[in-house]
T-cell receptor, first 109, second 118 residues
Framework: RKEVEQDPGPFNVPEGATVAFNCTYS??????FFWYRQDCRKEPKLLMSVYSSGNEDGRFTAQLNRASQYISLLIRDSKLSDSATYLC??????????FGRGTSLIVHP | GAVVSQHPSRVICKSGTSVKIECRSLDFQATTMFWYRQFPKQSLMLMATSNEGSKATYEQGVEKDKFLINHASLTLSTLTVTSAHPEDSSFYICSARPYVATANTEAFFGQGTRLTVV
């Protein structure tokens, strides 16, 4: 089983839609969690950290479920500019970031 | 946020030659840098962890004699792809961790280097 698993998609949604991505991780000792966004041929950029209590940043909401070892990202009111690959990142031992393969989102008019 | 500069952003080289990629932390000291490789439509795969002043730790399946890593200072790590072959063509990205880091410290990435071996 891979350490961090994501559905690669692509998720093809119209503008204004709500879309949710899930990510599961295998290491129960993982300490911190992030969602990154990666545009084609660019480096990943931090979208948001994920906390046990859940956190929201504008149209984006992240949730962590430690018991089930998954994290989620919800995007409301999708914009064309949200089209990208969303990477789930888990910090395990020694704080080494481990990446999921990413979920591709395509928002169309 | 912290800035990590990676150079070059794009390189095309002939098969059999070596290519050096630099990763610099511009406004912080990085005791640890990570080197990743990403093939099309794949995730970032950790190649090695580089610690300042010591030998890099390579992930299983990554040839240390082919991918030479040097982390001679707190702000610079280099990756040299030796005797490059077309199958080494990929997107290489470095990531730096600040000297003072916790589990909640995000990863700061360089801009990436797209290597094409012809």
């Amino acid at each position: 089983r891979k350490e961090v698993e994501q559905d690669p998609g692509p998720f093809n949604v119209p503008e204004g839609a709500t879309v949710a991505f899930n990510c599961t991780y295998s290491n129960s000792a993982s300490q911190s969690f992030f969602w990154y966004r990666q545009d084609c041929r660019k480096e990943p950029k931090l979208l948001m950290s994920v906390y046990s209590s859940g956190n929201e940043d504008g149209r984006f909401t992240a949730q962590l479920n430690r018991a089930s070892q998954y994290i989620s990202l919800l995007i409301r009111d999708s914009k064309l500019s949200d089209s990208a690959t969303y990477l789930c990142v888990v910090n395990g031992g020694s704080y080494i970031p481990t990446f999921g393969r990413g979920t591709s989102l395509i928002v169309h008019p | 946020g912290a800035v990590v500069s990676q150079h070059p952003s794009r390189v095309i080289c002939k098969s059999g030659t070596s290519v050096k990629i630099e990763c610099r932390s511009l406004d912080f000291q990085a005791t640890t840098m990570f080197w990743y490789r990403q093939f099309p439509k794949q995730s970032l795969m950790l190649m090695a962890t580089s610690n300042e002043g010591s030998k890099a730790t390579y992930e299983q399946g990554v040839e240390k004699d082919k991918f030479l890593i040097n982390h001679a200072s707190l702000t610079l790590s280099t990756l040299t792809v030796t005797s490059a072959h077309p199958e080494d063509s990929s997107f290489y990205i470095c990531s730096a961790r600040p000297y003072v880091a916790t589990a909640n410290t995000e990863a700061f990435f360089g801009q990436g280097t797209r290597l094409t071996v012809v």
